[in-house]
């Protein structure tokens, strides 16, 4: 319903404040927490053992499925700017096709996992830290300049959001350790 009511305002225009489900403003391209929670069910949902069993009978679909979903929101992309919406459906099947690809994969690495640990962070912080870094600037240089200061700005960036996810794990680790130990005890127990 909200890329529904996405493609509408597109079409007249103007936005449809008051019509979406979501928020009186819309549904802010997906940034809400109605699309969080649906998020947070799905990931939970890959977690079942039906879902680990239906993927290992079938280990191509996701990649499949990925191809679909990545020739759809290019498609919808020509006519729409509402196709990378995070609420898409089709960005949200390509999400969870590319996490059921990666549930195939075993990677063992500490210094991976080490650094998988500030994904979040960077997600949270990259729209914060991005304004500082004048991609407008670099993008009229050639690409011999812009795709380096790219990617030098993708470190950079996760160097940032790591460092701000250490200070995080060091001031909470001992907050959470002890509420950890506290026992609760349940009425129906």
Not at 3 to 9: A, F, G, K, L, Q
Not at 96 to 101: F, R
């Amino acid at each position: 319903f909200p890329s529904v009511i996405d493609i509408m305002e597109e079409l007249i225009g103007k936005p449809i404040n008051g019509i979406s489900p979501i928020g009186r403003l819309g549904s802010q391209s997906g940034y809400n927490i109605v699309n969080f929670v649906l998020v947070y069910c799905i990931g939970a949902m890959l977690n079942t053992d039906k879902v680990r069993d239906t993927i290992r009978d079938h280990k191509h679909l996701p990649i499949i499925a990925m191809l679909v979903c990545v020739a759809a929101i290019f498609v919808w992309g020509l006519f729409s700017h509402s196709a990378v919406n995070y609420h898409n459906p089709f960005v949200i099947a390509l999400a969870v096709s590319t996490t059921l690809a990666f549930m195939q994969v075993h990677f063992s690495s500490k210094f991976v996992n080490e650094l998988a640990k500030a994904a979040f962070t960077a997600f949270l912080l990259h729209v914060h830290i991005i304004h500082y870094i004048h991609i407008d600037y670099f993008c009229k240089f050639s690409p011999l300049v812009f795709v380096p200061f790219i990617l030098v700005s993708i470190v950079l960036i996760y160097l940032v959001s790591y460092v701000a996810w250490k200070i995080y794990d060091t001031i909470t680790s001992p907050v959470f350790k002890k509420l950890n130990q506290i026992q609760i005890p349940y009425i129906f127990d």
